[in-house]
């Protein structure tokens, strides 16, 4: 099913990354903007987040010995630094994540690598190291996202859909390692319902949500690929999805050759796969198009010379 598999390490099956967004309330002040204090339950389950879905996962993670990658908006690290050193005490990787969660499609070039530069000097004041992976706020990424990754040397990304498994992305001047999403393995489609984030679908059983995230497990042990959770604590963190959550780790810890990884280790990996002359991944080079392109050029808006 995979044409060019990757050989993950020890002859594993497949790779196993449990990666949450550690977005709190920082999108209120973006969305709300001197209107928080009037959005006091809104706010109140986005900082269930950091105060109570943060603190339960680490303790259920440490207890089953898998490592965990946390992706940080700057302005979440300096309001909750209680759990920032709780999350680098666990020894889990700290990814960035913008600052306010901004929107980098909505963001002007510069005020975009305002954000990257910020967000890298936050994190590294608490961790004492630069981070190396990035992960787009809403999977915004825009045409300067990866240009910004590359220039500030960040090992890898991970906010695409674009494979099965890990693969390069090349500007011209620079690559940087992706680690791809799947849809099926975000959280916030099964059990996200209230009226001010616009999501009003009946929320899933965390026994149904289970039942997908582990025929997405099942797939990637089967043919050889990766599984990544892109879960936010104040979704996935919930008593009863946490308990499923449990079960699900128990299920993959049932299979011989499982790698549980951070994506730091998962893009090492691919790096070191990569030197040894052992694998070679696909390249995406990017950007894909030369813009506008002259097919749709005549329909565009004239715009005064
Ligand atoms: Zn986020």
Known sequence: ????????????????????????????????????????????????????????????????????????????????????????????????HGYLHDDPNKQTPEAERETVVRGIEILESFTGKKPVGYRSPTHANSRHTLDLLVEYGFLYESSLLGDDIPYEMDNGKGRVVEIPCAHGLDDWPNYMVWRDFNYFMSPKAPSDA??????????????GGMWMSVWHPLVSGRLARAHWIGELVEYMKGHEGVWFCTLEEMAAHVRALQASGEWTPRIDRQPWYKMPHPAIRDRLPKVAE
Request: aromatic residues 14%.
């Open 1 to 96: 099913m995979i044409r060019n598999p990757i050989p993950w390490p020890n002859g594993a099956k497949c790779a196993v990354a449990f990666t949450f967004d550690v977005d709190a309330d920082s999108t209120a002040h973006i969305n709300w903007l001197d209107q928080v204090d009037d959005h006091v339950a809104s706010v109140s389950l986005m900082r269930y987040g950091p105060e109570i879905g943060v603190p339960r996962l680490i303790d259920m993670f440490d207890a089953a010995e898998v490592p965990l990658t946390f992706f940080v908006p700057g302005w979440v690290a300096e309001n909750y630094p209680e759990t920032m050193r709780m999350m680098i005490e666990s020894g889990a990787e700290i990814g960035h």
């Open 210 to 223: 289970y039942r997908l995230y582990k025929d997405e497990f099942d797939a990637a042990y089967r043919y």
